[in-house]
């Protein structure tokens, strides 16, 4: 039976040395959590948190002190498992004398597929990455962010069945960060599990179902984003209103006690207490006054990440 | 086999840095000073030719092998190009000896193309062709592999600029060997005598491949001393490559 995860990750604890005489320093402490299959995990931390040495951890590119990997993919060897992976390094560099085909065509055959199905895939892929205009020229020619484009292309060839991305919107405009996040979205929609580490907590919370907090080597929370954020739902309750005239603002401000009033350009928004939500409505009901959109105050993901870090620390 | 498809577009990648059209240019350097000097240097113009051709060839040679080889796989380590390809389905021996073979493939044309010119050259200036020619070339190749195989060790283990030097040392003293075992210091100081010999036994003795001097002064060599020659260098080139899988196999790629 497959299993609802497609990584398990149990008590993995990494040290560096950098020298014999130092003190030596610990990236990594009995971290523990696991990426749900079928499902966008965000791995969140500041910089220097220890995200891409777990991910280099799972990659077996350096080994760990202690702890274990379980991995539910096709295969029992590593390299069969390797066949279900697609990885991509933070700020990905290749090998600068090749074009962008040749490459892909490298990365193909390492993952043993045939030579009619990598072109048909590099023509499809490299059109939707936006990097087809470039295939033909040496990759020491290209920009950062085309580099992250050839490095997406090369992650997606093979069709993995999980994909590993370590900040994968880094170098990348603001219209290819777009691109990037909507191409996770896609692959989600086809069936993939990505885990996809970032610094950048909006980023996340955009495309991410589950997310992950990492601080200082250890994990500080594990689970869905949305239930996170019911969590931590704030009390007070926000609306939206149309066409609001100034005197309208101030008779509203003489009933209830408004916060974070702001306007923006026909829409007038602010916050009220629990305890003023019914009368507020009614009054706003009552006057007439009209009324474009309501709710409870749903806090962001970055204001969570950063209490729940004040709670740890 | 994924050694293979390493092998390749390692060649590939250093094809295309254009380090054969140095080779290309060395070649006809090679040939137009050694028409200079046959010229006019005092001696036989074939055999002043045929110097100038092997001692360049082996000379190019081993400094590919040597400032190629040291980043073949460490630059790879430090610009994580390494990740991308281990993140597929290959295994880290392979991809090692891939990437050996791959520059062992520019070796051999960088040695091809010295040796045509040379052996062109020789042939125009009046020389006598001989097999030991081919040999020449043949372990003026096998040095570098060793050479190659050095350096690409010393850089698993240390930083690019101390594998050079490690890798010149060695090579320095393996051609040294031979000749201070033949110093009377040392030939009346036996303890120096069985450090040396034991020196002998754990760095390739490369004199043993060097057979320039044989051919010059047109000294046969017997059959059974090039094939222990060769076996010599094939024991080397064996234990080196183990030592090279068993350090990468175990190392961190940071």
Wanted: overall charge positive.
């Amino acid at each position: 039976m497959m299993k609802n995860e497609i990584i398990e990750i149990s008590n993995i604890s990494k040290v560096f040395r950098t020298d014999f005489y130092k003190k030596p320093f610990s990236a990594l402490e009995n971290v523990t959590f696991s990426v749900a299959r079928g499902q966008i995990t965000g791995f969140l931390g500041a910089n220097g948190a220890g995200k891409t040495t777990l991910i280099k951890i799972i990659m077996k590119f350096i080994a760990a002190n202690s702890g274990h990997i379980a991995y539910h993919l096709r295969g029992d060897s590593w390299r069969e498992i390797c066949l279900s992976i697609g990885y991509l390094p933070e700020r990905p560099y290749f090998h600068p004398h090749l074009t962008g085909r040749e490459f892909l065509e490298y990365m193909g055959r390492l993952n043993e597929m045939k030579m009619s199905a990598i072109v048909e895939q590099v023509k499809n892929l490299s059109v939707r990455l936006r990097i087809d205009h470039a295939l033909d020229r040496k990759i020491k020619s290209y920009s950062k962010g085309m580099l992250q484009r050839l490095g997406m292309t090369a992650c997606l060839l093979h069709d993995p069945e999980f994909l590993i991305l370590d900040e994968p919107l880094s170098g990348l405009d603001p219209l290819g960060r777009k691109e990037f996040k909507n191409i996770l979205i896609e692959e989600r929609a086809r069936g993939k599990s990505i885990f996809f580490s970032s610094h950048i907590v909006p980023d996340v919370e955009e495309v991410c179902q589950q997310v992950i907090f990492l601080e200082k080597g250890g994990v500080l929370y594990q689970g869905a984003i949305d239930e996170l954020i019911v969590q931590n739902l704030k009390p007070n309750f926000w609306f939206v209103l149309n066409d609001f005239d100034e005197t309208s603002i101030v008779d509203m401000q003489q009933k209830f006690a408004l916060m974070n009033l702001s306007h923006k350009e026909k829409l007038t928004s602010f916050e009220v207490l629990p305890d003023q939500k019914e009368h507020c409505l009614k009054y706003i009901l009552d006057k007439n006054y009209s009324l474009h959109a309501f709710g409870q105050v749903r806090p962001r993901l970055e204001e969570i990440f950063y209490k729940i870090k004040e709670e740890h620390f | 086999m994924k050694l293979l498809i390493v092998a390749r577009y390692t060649f590939l990648e250093i094809y295309k840095s254009r380090i054969l059209l140095n080779v290309f240019l060395l070649s006809i350097g090679l040939a137009l000073v050694s028409a200079l000097a046959s010229a006019l240097a005092y001696g036989i113009p074939s055999r002043v030719s045929l110097d100038l051709g092997m001692g360049l060839s082996s000379l190019s040679s081993i400094g590919i092998a040597i400032f190629l080889g040291v980043g073949l796989i460490q630059k790879e380590i430090e610009a994580r190009s390494i990740h991308l390809i281990l993140s597929h389905s290959i295994s880290r021996i392979s991809y090692l000896f891939g990437k050996i073979l791959g520059m062992l493939g520019i070796l051999f044309v960088n040695v091809l193309m010295l040796s045509a010119v040379t052996l062109g050259m020789y042939l125009f200036l009046g020389g006598v062709f001989s097999s030991m020619i081919l040999w020449s070339f043949l372990f003026t190749f096998c040095e570098s592999i060793l050479v190659l195989l050095l350096v690409v060790m010393f850089s698993l283990v240390a930083n690019q600029v101390l594998a050079v030097l490690f890798t010149i040392g060695i090579y320095a003293c393996g051609y040294g060997l031979e000749g201070i075992k033949d110093a009377l210091f040392v030939r009346l100081r036996p303890a120096f005598m069985y450090a040396l010999t034991l020196f002998e036994h754990v760095i390739p003795n490369f004199y043993k491949l060097n057979v320039k001097d044989y051919l010059l002064y047109e000294h046969k060599l017997p059959l059974g001393y090039l094939t222990h020659a060769l076996f010599y260098f094939l024991m080397y080139a064996v234990l080196l490559s183990v030592a090279n899988a068993w350090i990468f196999s175990r190392k961190n790629l940071d």
